[in-house]
């Protein structure tokens, strides 16, 4: 086998390269390893995504020299962040180009501190480091790369030696992580940096993939008979122009497009982007699309209809020059139409999407902050998967942001009820901070997969009741386990009950559980809205 004795910018740029391939092709593999048996496995769509930033940024580098590359790793991996998985990687991705940045060369000792500094970077930004994680590997796996280098300079071959004891170290996190042995998994960001490292390793050995080409469409618009023709699969005809950098790579949201309905066109000039799409959801479109840059002429005619109509308002923000700056401002990040409506009545500025399965990237928080002209900006992540990635902006508008750090939608909606704009900010913190703490918050959803987790077992199709994020009872029927979870939330008393129905329930089904409630705790106050939420069937919110 070749000997590596130093690697120069343009090699480096290989090794994202496999490593994007790499977590492309376990992405589901690495989401499916979530020991919580709800549909909320996003660890491998998050790391992918941020590798995917990473590589992105690099690919924009004309001069692939060590530090063009490391500062764009830099840059892409935190601007792409996504989820607790993916602000550790980029972390770690940090700890290490930091390291390299500014070298002449990178050989085998160079390698090795750069990664024992990925790991010191990487433990730091976990404020509670828990052992049977990703951090466990990438200290073991770290490890063994030092005692390596002791015995020889063959980069290739510490790197080999590295991974085989990252992939021991991964084998044994369910030994170290009762949740993971109950449920008979490996950790998925474990998982996922040894598939990261695979990816370099198979780099530093030569290998060379193609990684898919950008696929620009260039189409006339579908006439009348193509409309029609898809007007009962997808109701919407969604058109705008997104106004970006002119350096903006577009590839990545055209082919996630392709996802999201059809008929779609593009076209596409120097930072800005003309998209035409059926779809069912234009909000979520356009939201995507806010991450890119800002939104021109945008327009939804409801083709069932047969006649246009403006289905909503245009949510493209006041250049800042036009909006009178004011004294504070609000980004949430949210998921349904429902709560999204609620927040929107409570002015907010900004609305995220998010969700269990799509947690916003360090870059669509940022541009959302940004796009508020506000001497502070509260920012709630009404999600625990998202608090990480929100510091990380907080960390670079230190001055302006300010984290209301809720785990729950629900908590950020009790914050906001708090809202009093004649409070000075540091009043408001206070306020916000103590009504997101006075709500206990239930959720009910389906399991996805059979397992055994903190003494229930569990088989796919069961309906989960929620405290916390801890499974607190598991039945066959929704209203069962919903009034089975009231009586576990009323544990700790609480006068005020308010019920969220999501998207998969009808008003009727919700009423029907409204009542039985009503009628087993009559001395409670109760509160039946819609939340338009998707896999969860009902959030249930006690104060």
Not at 57 to 68: A, G, L, S, T
Request: charged share 25%; proline share 3%; glycine share 6%.
């Amino acid at each position: 086998m070749q000997k590596v004795q130093e690697l120069n910018g343009e090699l480096l740029e290989n090794l994202f390269e496999q490593a994007v391939y790499q977590l492309q092709i376990h992405k589901e593999e690495i989401d499916l390893l979530n020991v919580f048996p709800v549909p909320d496995g996003d660890t491998g769509t998050n790391m992918l995504y941020t590798l995917q930033s990473t590589l992105a940024e690099i690919k924009k580098q004309k001069v692939k020299n060590i530090k063009n590359v490391a500062e764009a790793s830099i840059k892409g991996s935190l601007m792409g962040a996504r989820g607790n998985s993916g602000v550790i990687l980029s972390q770690i991705i940090r700890g290490f180009a930091e390291y390299i940045k500014n070298k002449d060369k990178i050989d085998a000792d160079t390698w090795v501190k750069a990664w024992q500094e990925a790991t010191r970077v990487a433990y730091r930004a976990v404020l509670n480091p828990t052992e049977g994680t990703i951090l466990t590997v990438l200290r073991e796996g770290v490890k063994e790369a030092t005692l390596a280098l002791k015995e020889t300079k063959d980069i290739l071959v510490i790197t080999k030696r590295m991974l085989d004891r990252a992939k021991k170290a991964l084998a044994d996190t369910p030994n170290l992580l009762p949740i993971l042995k109950e449920a008979q998994v490996v950790d998925a960001g474990g998982q996922g940096l040894v598939y990261f490292w695979e990816g370099f390793l198979n780099g530093l050995m030569g290998k060379k993939i193609e990684l898919k080409e950008e696929r620009v469409i260039l189409r006339e618009k579908p006439d009348l008979e193509v409309i029609e023709k898809h007007v009962i699969t997808y109701q919407y005809c969604t058109e705008f122009i997104i106004l970006s950098q002119e350096n903006t790579d577009f590839s990545e949201f055209k082919n996630w497009l392709y996802s999201q309905g059809d008929s779609i066109v593009t076209a596409e000039t120097r930072g800005m982007l003309k998209v035409h799409i059926h779809t069912n959801n234009p909000g979520k479109i356009l939201d995507r699309a806010l991450e890119l840059g800002s939104l021109s002429q945008i327009k939804i005619d409801n083709m069932a209809e047969q006649h246009e109509e403006r289905l909503r308002k245009e949510i493209e923000p006041m250049p800042k020059a036009l909006s009178p700056k004011k004294d504070v401002g609000f980004v949430v990040v949210s998921w349904g139409e429902g709560l999204n409506q609620i927040f929107n009545s409570f002015s907010v500025d900004f609305i995220i999407n998010g969700g269990q399965t799509l947690n916003p990237s360090v870059e669509a928080i940022k541009n959302a902050v940004e796009k508020i002209n506000a001497d502070k900006v509260f920012l709630f992540p009404n999600n625990k998967n998202v608090i990480l990635a929100a510091q990380q902006v907080e960390n670079l508008y230190k001055d302006k942001v300010i984290i209301i750090p809720t785990k729950h939608v629900l908590e950020g909606i009790r914050a906001l009820v708090e809202y009093n704009p004649k409070d000075s900010w540091e009043q408001m913190k206070k306020k916000f901070e103590k009504g997101k703490d006075s709500i206990r918050v239930g959720e009910i959803t389906r399991a996805i997969r059979n397992t055994s987790i903190n003494g229930f077992e569990i088989s796919e199709g069961d309906i989960l009741g929620l405290i916390n994020d801890e499974i607190a009872y598991v039945g066959k029927d929704i209203n069962e386990v919903a009034i089975n979870l009231v009586e576990k939330l009323l544990k700790e008393n609480g006068e005020v009950l308010t019920i969220y129905y999501g998207q998969d329930i009808s008003k009727e089904e919700a009423q029907e559980l409204y009542n039985l409630i009503s009628q087993k705790y009559s001395s409670l106050s109760i509160e039946l809205i819609y939340g338009g939420q998707p896999y969860y069937y009902y959030y249930l919110g006690l104060e």
